[in-house]
């Protein structure tokens, strides 16, 4: 049975179906602290599968002890973490600790109960400003925010928990920017409040629950001037999991992945992409750069390629049609 922390989440769900369709036996544990139950409710209606559902803390070491006694756990993809870059810089203790600490618990938790395989998310963020692109695994970790550094923090900890337990065996990936939802339209990405990210914040202009899109600065050095990410489609980043997740029962793993496409995308291209795909209009202003963020970002996936057969399927009209789809028809998310 697979243990999938933060499974309620954005790309938890998503991967859950890919789970579950491929007969995995599951249980979730989340606090539901950025996510709601319905998102369960609906990967059992997506796929017909049940799953098991734990409502708790990775902070929790007596609710965690309990899980591991409850089911018999022999692998575990852990998504669960705080993720707003603003917000980490305003309450660095609440990361650490919910993001470090959290990975710690569970980690220990492992150890003690002998589960030995793993999935880390952790994020492209770990490079912070490239050297150059597109960005291999080896190149230089230099995150620039507190988030990115709980997930360097979180990496180097697994990497010394290898060293010292040899038949622990874990997959770390390095996720660039996941957008898309699943195409039923049923899940997607649900964010509290006015969206941090550039495709939730489009399609809520889309669908007229905003006035218009703020572009941070397009005085960049790049195609139009404005920021340049690597967008994956959510779905293919979810099967990405499982790929990774077959790998670490293949073998004693130390696997370090980024999974991206290759391509960049600038901000004007992505709002071009998604009014022709929604067929509406997106209004925008060019504004002042936002602090912290980079120019250009996109991965060089050749590693999860070869070494795991990942490879992208969806391209950006797939991922701007399904982002729009999920919007579309959840205008309040799962509020609704
Ligand atoms: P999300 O917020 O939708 O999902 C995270 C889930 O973890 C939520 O359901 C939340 O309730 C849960 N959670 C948080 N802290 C918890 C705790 N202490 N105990 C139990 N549950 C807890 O985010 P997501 O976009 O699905 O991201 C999943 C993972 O991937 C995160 O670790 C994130 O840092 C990482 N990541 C995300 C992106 C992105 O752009 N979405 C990019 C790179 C990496
Ligand atoms: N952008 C806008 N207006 C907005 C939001 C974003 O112009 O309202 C621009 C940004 O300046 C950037 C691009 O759109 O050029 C993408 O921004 P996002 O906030 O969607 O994504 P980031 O690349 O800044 O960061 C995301 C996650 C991080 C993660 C990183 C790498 O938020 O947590 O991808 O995986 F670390």
């Given at each position: 049975?697979?243990?999938?922390t933060?499974?309620?989440?954005?790309?938890?769900?998503h991967?859950?179906?890919?789970?579950l369709?491929?007969?995995?036996?599951?249980?979730?544990?989340?606090?539901?602290?950025?996510?709601?139950?319905?998102?369960?409710?609906?990967?059992?209606e997506?796929?017909?599968?049940?799953?098991e559902?734990?409502?708790a803390d990775l902070l929790?070491?007596?609710?965690?002890?309990?899980?591991f006694n409850s089911?018999?756990?022999?692998?575990?993809?852990?998504?669960a973490g705080?993720?707003a870059?603003?917000?980490s810089?305003?309450?660095p203790?609440?990361?650490?600790?919910?993001?470090?600490c959290?990975?710690l618990?569970?980690?220990?938790?492992?150890r003690k109960?002998q589960?030995?395989r793993?999935?880390?998310?952790s994020?492209?963020?770990?490079y912070?400003?490239p050297?150059?692109?597109?960005?291999?695994?080896?190149?230089a970790?230099?995150p620039?925010?507190?988030y990115?550094?709980?997930?360097?923090m979180i990496?180097q900890?697994?990497?010394d928990?290898?060293?010292?337990w040899?038949n622990f065996s874990v997959a770390?990936?390095?996720?660039?920017?996941?957008?898309?939802?699943h195409?039923?339209?049923?899940?997607?990405?649900?964010?509290?409040?006015?969206?941090?990210?550039?495709?939730p914040f489009?399609?809520?202009?889309a669908?007229g629950k905003?006035?218009?899109?703020?572009v941070f600065?397009?005085?960049?050095?790049?195609?139009d001037g404005?920021?340049?990410r690597?967008?994956?489609?959510?779905?293919?980043?979810?099967?990405?999991h499982l790929?990774?997740?077959?790998?670490?029962?293949e073998?004693?793993?130390?696997?370090?992945?980024?999974?991206?496409?290759?391509?960049?995308?600038s901000?004007?291209?992505?709002v071009?992409a998604f009014?022709e795909?929604?067929d509406?209009?997106?209004?925008?202003e060019?504004?002042?750069?936002?602090?912290?963020?980079?120019a250009?970002?996109?991965?060089?996936?050749?590693r999860a390629s070869?070494e795991?057969?990942f490879a992208?399927e969806?391209g950006?009209t797939?991922?701007?049609?399904d982002t729009?789809?999920w919007?579309?028809?959840n205008?309040?998310?799962?509020?609704?």
């Amino acid at each position: 049975m697979i243990l999938v922390t933060g499974g309620a989440g954005y790309i938890g769900s998503h991967t859950l179906v890919e789970l579950l369709q491929a007969d995995h036996e599951v249980v979730v544990l989340d606090n539901l602290s950025n996510s709601s139950e319905e998102s369960l409710r609906r990967v059992m209606e997506i796929t017909g599968r049940r799953l098991e559902f734990v409502k708790a803390d990775l902070l929790d070491v007596d609710a965690l002890e309990q899980v591991f006694n409850s089911y018999p756990i022999d692998s575990v993809i852990h998504f669960a973490g705080k993720k707003a870059v603003g917000e980490s810089v305003a309450e660095p203790l609440l990361y650490y600790e919910n993001n470090v600490c959290g990975t710690l618990n569970l980690l220990k938790a492992m150890r003690k109960h002998q589960v030995k395989r793993m999935v880390f998310s952790s994020s492209a963020t770990v490079y912070g400003d490239p050297v150059s692109v597109p960005i291999q695994e080896t190149a230089a970790l230099q995150p620039t925010n507190p988030y990115g550094r709980t997930k360097l923090m979180i990496e180097q900890m697994l990497i010394d928990l290898k060293g010292s337990w040899e038949n622990f065996s874990v997959a770390i990936l390095r996720y660039f920017n996941p957008i898309g939802a699943h195409t039923s339209g049923r899940i997607g990405e649900d964010p509290a409040g006015i969206p941090n990210n550039l495709l939730p914040f489009v399609a809520q202009v889309a669908v007229g629950k905003r006035e218009k899109l703020s572009v941070f600065g397009d005085d960049y050095a790049t195609v139009d001037g404005t920021g340049v990410r690597d967008y994956i489609h959510v779905v293919d980043l979810a099967k990405g999991h499982l790929l990774a997740l077959g790998k670490t029962g293949e073998e004693n793993l130390l696997g370090i992945y980024n999974l991206g496409t290759g391509n960049g995308y600038s901000v004007l291209q992505i709002v071009h992409a998604f009014e022709e795909a929604s067929d509406s209009k997106v209004p925008y202003e060019i504004v002042e750069r936002r602090p912290g963020d980079i120019a250009v970002c996109y991965a060089d996936s050749g590693r999860a390629s070869k070494e795991l057969g990942f490879a992208v399927e969806k391209g950006l009209t797939e991922m701007c049609q399904d982002t729009w789809r999920w919007q579309k028809n959840n205008p309040e998310g799962y509020g609704v």
